[in-house]
C-alpha cells in the first residue's frame, strides 16, 4: 500500500504517471500534481486506471506542505524543473514525506547547476529519518546505475568514463527541443567541463567534437562534449576515476538555429523590457518553440544513452561498453510520448519503486550510485529499458 504524490504533469511527468498506473500493486494510490492541474487531467484521461489530480505550485512551500499533509503520501516523485527542487525538499522536510528527483537543482537567475545545494540537506533529512534520492532519470540516473553496475561486476577499479547520449531520431521539425526548452538551452549553451586527474577542466561551449560509431545498425553521429550533473555525484564517489566526461550528439540543423538563436541574444536570461514589459528571451523562445509533448507522434529513430568505461580487471586492461536503445515510436504507443521522456520517466518509476519496496532505503540525501545497482538492472530490463553490456577492443573514441 503506497501513496505517492508526481509533481509537473509534462513530458516526463505523463510518462511517470503512466509506469506508476501500470504498477497497481506497488503504485496503490496516485496523485498527479502540477502549477496547471488541467494537464494532470489530460494525462490521467489516458490511463486504465483512475488517479487523483490536484493544483499546486510547489514554488510556494506552505501551499505544498499543506498539500502533503492533507495527503500523506509515502513518496514525492519530483518531476517538475530543477528550480522547485529545494521548495518541494523544503516542503517534504515539513510533511515528513520522502523525496525524489532526476535532475539537481539550478537557480533560475543563474544557468549554473551542481549539487551543493542538495548535499546540503544531508543532516536534515537524515535527522527528520527521511530518504531524498537526487537524479533518478537516465542521464543522471540511469547512466551513474550503468556506472555502479560495471564498477560491481567488470572492474577492479574504473579509470576513464565517457557517458554517451545519442538521439538518432527525427522529429521533423526545423528547430525543437526534446525537453523542456529553457532547461534543455541552458544545458546546451552552457561551458563544457569534464573532469581531469583530480580537477575539472573547462571548455568553451560544444567546442570538443568526436565521432562515435553507434552500434546495431544506428551507425556514426557528431557527438559534443558538455558538462552534465552526474560527472560531479560519480567522480566523487569513485574516486579512482581519472578521466569523466559527457557526450552529446547533435545534428548540424539543431546547432545552426541554436548558433543564429544565440548570436541574437534569443538564448539569453537576463530580462529585458519590451513595449515597458520586462521579459527574459529563453522564456520567450521557449513560448514559440514547439512544446516537447507534441513531438510524441511526429518523431520516428531510436535513442542509445550509455557509458563506456576503461580501467583493470585482475590486473589487467579491459574497457566495457553497456547502454540502451529505445525506439521513439515504441514509446508513443505504449505511453504517448517520445523516447527522451521515456528514458526519463522509466527510471523515476524505478527509483521511486526501489524506494517504496525498502530495496533503496536509507534516511539521508543520495546519489543512484551509492546503492546496489543490481535489483535497478533488473527492474531496466523489465519495464521498458533494456540494457546490453559488451566488451570493447578499444573505447571507438578520437580523443
Ligand atoms: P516540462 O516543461 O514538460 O514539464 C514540467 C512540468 O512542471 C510542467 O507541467 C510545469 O507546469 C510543471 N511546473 C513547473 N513549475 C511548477 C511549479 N512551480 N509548481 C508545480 N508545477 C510546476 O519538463 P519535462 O517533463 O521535459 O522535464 C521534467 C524534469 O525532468 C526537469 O527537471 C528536467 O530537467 C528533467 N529531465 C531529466 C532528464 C534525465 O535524464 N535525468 C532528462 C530530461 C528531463 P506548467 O505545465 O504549468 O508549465
Redesign the pocket.
Known amino acids: 500500500m503506497s501513496k505517492v504524490l508526481i ?8 510518462v511517470v504517471t503512466h509506469k506508476c498506473a501500470q504498477l497497481a500493486d506497488v503504485f496503490t494510490d496516485i496523485i498527479l ?4 492541474e488541467a ?1 494532470c487531467k489530460k494525462i490521467a484521461a489516458q490511463l486504465k486506471r483512475p488517479i487523483r489530480t490536484a493544483q ?5 512551500v506552505p501551499e ?1 506542505t499543506a498539500l502533503l499533509e492533507k495527503e500523506k503520501p509515502s513518496l514525492v516523485i ?8 529545494l ?1 518541494i525538499m523544503d516542503a517534504c522536510l515539513n510533511a515528513g514525506i520522502h523525496y525524489m ?3 539537481n537543482y539550478e537557480p533560475p537567475e543563474e544557468a549554473k547547476f551542481e549539487y551543493s545545494w542538495q548535499w546540503a540537506y544531508q543532516d536534515k533529512f537524515e535527522q527528520a529519518g527521511l530518504m531524498a534520492l537526487l ?8 547512466t551513474n546505475v550503468y556506472t555502479a553496475y560495471l564498477k560491481k561486476h567488470y572492474f577492479d577499479e574504473i579509470h576513464e568514463l565517457d557517458i554517451i547520449d545519442c538521439n538518432a531520431g527525427d522529429h521533423g521539425q526545423p528547430f525543437a527541443t ?3 526548452p ?3 538551452i541552458r544545458e546546451v549553451t552552457a561551458n563544457g567541463r569534464y573532469w581531469q586527474d583530480g580537477q575539472w577542466v573547462e571548455t568553451p561551449p560544444l567546442s570538443i567534437k568526436d565521432t562515435y560509431d553507434f552500434p546495431e545498425g544506428i551507425g556514426p553521429k557528431n557527438m559534443y562534449l558538455m558538462y552534465h550533473e552526474e560527472l560531479e555525484s560519480i567522480t566523487k564517489h569513485f574516486p579512482e576515476i581519472k578521466r569523466a566526461r559527457f557526450w552529446m550528439t547533435f545534428g548540424d540543423a539543431y546547432l545552426k538555429h541554436l548558433e543564429v538563436l544565440e548570436n541574437v541574444g534569443m538564448t539569453g536570461i537576463e530580462p529585458v523590457i519590451y513595449n515597458g514589459v520586462e521579459i527574459v528571451p529563453l522564456q520567450f523562445l521557449k513560448a514559440v518553440l514547439p ?3 507534441s513531438l510524441g507522434p511526429l518523431t520516428k529513430g531510436r535513442t542509445c544513452i550509455g557509458c563506456v568505461a576503461k580501467g583493470i580487471k585482475d590486473g589487467k586492461e579491459r574497457i566495457m561498453y553497456i547502454y540502451n536503445i529505445c525506439d521513439h515510436e515504441a514509446c508513443y504507443e505504449e505511453v504517448q510520448s517520445q523516447a ?2 521515456y ?2 520517466g522509466v ?2 518509476m524505478i527509483g521511486a519503486k526501489m524506494m517504496l519496496e525498502g530495496k533503496w532505503m536509507k534516511a539521508g540525501v543520495w546519489n543512484m550510485e551509492q546503492f546496489d545497482p543490481d535489483p535497478f538492472m533488473e527492474d531496466l530490463n523489465s519495464y521498458g529499458l533494456p540494457w546490453t553490456v559488451v566488451e570493447l577492443k578499444n573505447t571507438g573514441l578520437a580523443s
Open positions: 509533481i509537473g504533469a509534462g513530458g516526463v511527468g505523463g500534481a502540477s502549477r496547471t494537464k499546486v505550485d510547489a514554488d510556494n505544498l519530483n518531476v517538475a524543473l530543477p528550480y522547485q527542487d521548495h528527483d532526476t535532475a537524479g533518478s532519470g537516465f542521464d543522471p540516473g540511469v526534446n525537453f523542456n529553457e532547461i534543455n512544446d516537447p509533448s527522451i521522456s528514458t526519463t527510471p523515476a
